[in-house]
């Protein structure tokens, strides 16, 4: 279940109030007028069944909720209720399964914009990775993938395309390609260093029988690229982030860029290109897969912003309002 939090002008909560009164997927509904200070208005909270989320948020936002007052959406992780198991069973499919297009497109928003942190872990990923690389130690690379933050814009990316929310695209991409371009001239700068002071052999940092997947893209990099794709999108929209370990486990994108600048500072260049060939392979993988996963959901999960509107229905559970305002 979701609990939801609106405030709004007296008349606009008003229409609020209309559209999730009789709607037997709400629960637990709390009117206070009046007290809303900001936009003289009041507050109203329930409690919404995850399958319908995407009916009754779209129809608030058509309102013009967010631009006279807000609305906010908090899962309930615990809740006791026997009319909440209720919504829940009117409600079709499992919660678990529901898309709320509205959160994963402001999560999408957050992981876009370019940031200090950031370009932080990238950089540490990238060179923890290229260490990997030139010690041979695939316990490093696999610690490289999961420091690594490059799937979040990955993902707003897919999410992009697949919503055809535009605007999305370029702060992801710039993000993208900025962290990217930069951890890699970091890995190169590290071992530029390291090289200059004679502490780099250039057979170490160009062969390695359990790291030579990196520099040796093949169909089965785009195949794991692919299903990694897919498995990280479900676990965005499904809430279910610990897969997400999994995921960042499963690519080489970190690994290839700081291989890419290992190589290119002891001047391997075949390795070099193969490295931005796997990158290449990677993200390729991830944004055609995700994007198509996002697709199916969308179609799934329909009409209007992707989940059932519904009206009431005979014998199903109302919502009665509390009204704690007179």
Known sequence: MLHVRLTAPHDLAEAALARVRDDPTVVHLVVLRGVVVDCDGDLLTFDLARENANGVLGDLRDMGIEQSGSLRVDEAETLMSDAADRAEEIAPGEPVDAVIWDAVEERAAVDARWSWSFLAFMVLATLIASVGRYLDQPILIVGAMVVGPEFAPLACVCFALARRSWGLIGPATFTLATSMGLAALASYALWQVADLVGVVEERAATTGRLTEFIVAPDV??????????????????????????????????????????????????????????????????????????????????????????WSRREGGPAAPAVDAGG
């Open 220 to 309: 089965w990099s785009f195949v794991v690229a692919v299903l990694a794709g897919i498995a990280g999108v479900l676990s965005l929209t499904a809430a279910k982030s610990s897969t997400l370990v999994g995921v960042f486990i499963s690519v080489t994108t970190v690994p290839a860029i700081g291989t890419l600048g290992l190589t290119l500072a002891v001047g391997a260049w075949g390795e070099a290109w193969s490295s931005v060939v796997q990158l290449a392979i990677n993200v390729a993988g991830i944004v055609l897969a995700g994007t198509l996963t996002l697709l199916v959901q969308s179609a799934i999960w329909r009409p209007g912003r992707g989940g059932p509107r």
